[in-house]
Structure formats: C-alpha cells, structure tokens
C-alpha cells in the first residue's frame, strides 16, 4: 500500500507540472504489470484528483487491466469521477474484444496561467493528428480588450515537449492545465469580445476559428466552481476576511488598480501628509481611511464588481490546481462577495486594501522620480 501512496503522490506532482497523460501512464503502467491488484487501490486514490486527466488515465488502466474485480473498481472510480462534475468518457460491460484495436487518439488538453502586469493570459490548446504530431493554438485574452494575439502550428511530438520547456522557462506565472473545451470557451469569449470593442481580430484566429469552435463547450460558470465546494465557502466571514492576505502571495503580488484611475486619490493622500494643518496620528489616519473608502466606492461600480470577481474565479482555480486549496477558497470568496454592493462600513478586504496598496505604491514611484531629478539649487 505504501508503494501506491508513493506512486499517487507522484500522479498528483505531475499532473500539477503539467505532464502529459502519455507521461503519467508510461509511470504507472510498470506497476500494474508487476502487481495487477495495485490498480484498484491507486484507482480509488485518484478519485481525491477531479481533474480530466485523471479519467483518461483511469481508462487506460480499465483498458490494460484483465481482472474482473479490478476492471469494477476502476469503472467505480470513474463514477465517482464523474460525480464531482469531471467530464469522463464512459466503459462499457466487459466482452471479448477484436484482436484489432483502434489507435487510441489522445484528447485535446488545454492549459493557462494567471494574469500579468497588463491583464493579459497565455492561454494553450494542444490537438493531436494522428500520425501527423500535435496541432497548437496559443494567445494571449484580455477581459476587457480581448484577443491580443493568436497563433496556430503543428509540431512533433518532441517538438511539444521543447514548447511547452519554453513556456514554463519564460512564463513569470506557473502555467497550469485546463479543460481543452474551456480553453476554447475562453478564446471565444474574447474574440467576440475584440469584436464588440470594434478590434481586428488577429489573423491565425480568423483562419483557425472553426477548429476551436469545435473545441469548445459552453460553461456556465467558471471551473472553480466545479472543483470547490462553494455552501463552505459562501457567507463565511471568517474565509472572506483573509482577503487582504491573498495580496502577499506571489500570484496577487503585482496587481495594481490602473494608475490614471487612482491619480486623484493618490493626490489627495500626498496633500493630506504635505498639510500644514496639526493634526495628531490618529486624526491624520482617519484622514487617509476616509480618502481610501472614497476611491474604493468610486472606483469599483457594478461593472468593475462583476470583471474583478471574474479575474478572482478564475484565480481560484489555478490556486485550486496548484495544491494551494485554502488560498483558491478565500479568492473564491472574494469573488463571491462582490455579487453585493459594496459596503463602506465593512468593506470586502482584497478590495480595500488593494486600493491603499496601489495608492501607496503609486506615490512611491511619484517620490522615487522626484528624488532622481537634477537639483536646481547651484552648492557655492
């Protein structure tokens, strides 16, 4: 049992690095030679991970294993699988099969990572030609603008492993997987979201646009939703008021409200320190709260509400995927919070100390300038 711990925890490493289903089978299929009655046991362990990749490597184990019992274990866990709303495809009673297999064509898998300084994700589909290597689509979507840019190529086998060696290399953020058909939704989205903002979609995605289409499914909610368990989450103030943590973390380290949005407020906060007027620490703190409540109010309308819950949705999956539960829970929260308006007594805290981290961020480079500039006053 100890051997099939091992091997899950590896199972769970590896799909979390982004490693192939092809990768991950070629592990475990040496252990279900040696000990065919292993199956059942990992398959019951892998139920824990709701992810797609999971069902196409519970298949392949269905498919190698020749044991009545174990074959009824694996197709338990692919319920179970399914259950937790993970897209899987079904088996069938055991009967004899045809000395002639068809190829088992691998299923498109998609992947992504978070956001950067612009607002901007790279976002990858991978499809597999059969005989002819893999085809990939890749681009960057923008909430607001919408596709930025997109390009479709075939490569080797090989030539996918150096590819996506380049991404994790170059990508600031992990890139995780994703549901191939969400990815596809994704890049829907903000085609058609180019198009309402009167942009030239790019030209790869013009010629490319029924294969996503195909891809693609329609989702009626974000994938957070169908990995956490949202009656935990929703109304708990205790998970909510975490918020302003999720800013120390390496993921939310570099967001920042736009700075012609926050200049105003950045002004008043520097003339409220430079004031002349007396003011003890407690009265000048007051001072500063109530500009920071008033930019919150002012800046997040419904219409900003409803794109930063987005972006929180979207974060939590990827937390969710990175092993990071709790965080993918209090930025599930976050999210579900701003469904409400906001309330200036007790404000939602990512918000809110967003606002002073970006304000306070913004007169600190405004300082560090002024400190760079070439004194005027001539020394005798």
Do not use: C
Request: hydrophobic share 40%; charged share 30%.
């Amino acid at each position: 049992m100890k051997e099939v711990q091992v091997l899950f925890e590896q199972i769970k490493i590896d799909i979390s690095n982004g490693k192939s289903e092809e990768e991950i089978f070629q592990l475990i299929l040496p252990l279900l030679e040696k000990d065919p009655q292993t199956g059942g046991k990992l398959a019951e362990l892998m139920v824990a991970l709701p992810d797609q990749k999971v069902g196409g490597l519970l298949h392949r184990m269905f498919e190698t294993s020749q044991e009545k019992k174990i074959r009824k274990m694996i197709r338990r866990s692919l319920y179970r699988l399914k259950s937790k709303g993970v897209v899987v495809e079904e088996v069938f009673p055991d009967r004899k099969e045809s000395i002639l297999r068809p190829l088992r064509v691998e299923p498109p898998q998609g992947f992504g990572n978070v956001y950067d300084l612009s607002w901007n994700r790279f976002l990858i589909i991978t499809l597999p030609h059969p005989g002819r290597g893999w085809m990939v689509f890749h681009g960057l979507v923008h909430d607001t603008k919408g596709l930025v840019n997109f390009s479709g190529e075939e490569i080797s086998r090989k030539g996918l492993k150096d590819f996506f060696d380049e991404i994790r290399k170059a990508s600031p953020t992990p890139v995780v997987e994703m549901e191939a058909s969400y990815v596809g939704f994704l890049f829907t989205q903000a085609y058609q979201l180019t198009l309402a903002n009167g942009g030239i979609p790019p030209p790869d995605y013009l010629h490319l646009k029924s294969e996503v289409e195909k891809i693609k499914k329609e989702y009626p909610s974000p994938l957070a939703y169908s990995y956490l368990q949202v009656d935990e989450i929703i109304g708990n103030d205790r998970i909510l008021m975490k918020g302003a943590d999720l800013l120390k973390s390496d993921l939310f380290y570099i967001w920042r409200i736009e700075e012609d949005l926050l200049r105003p407020f950045a002004e008043e906060v520097r003339e409220a320190e430079e004031s002349k007027i007396v003011l003890n620490p407690v009265q000048k703190e007051a001072r500063f709260q109530g500009i920071y409540q008033r930019a919150l109010m002012d800046l997040f309308s419904e219409e900003r509400r409803f794109l930063y819950r987005r972006r929180m949705e979207e974060m939590a999956y990827v937390l969710f995927k990175l092993g990071r539960e709790e965080e993918a829970k209090i930025s599930l929260a976050v999210a579900l919070d701003l469904e409400k308006p906001l309330n200036p007594i007790q404000p939602n805290p990512f918000l809110f100390q967003l606002v002073i981290r970006s304000i306070l961020g913004l007169l600190a480079e405004s300082y560090e300038e002024k400190s760079r500039e070439p004194s005027l006053i001539v020394k005798p």
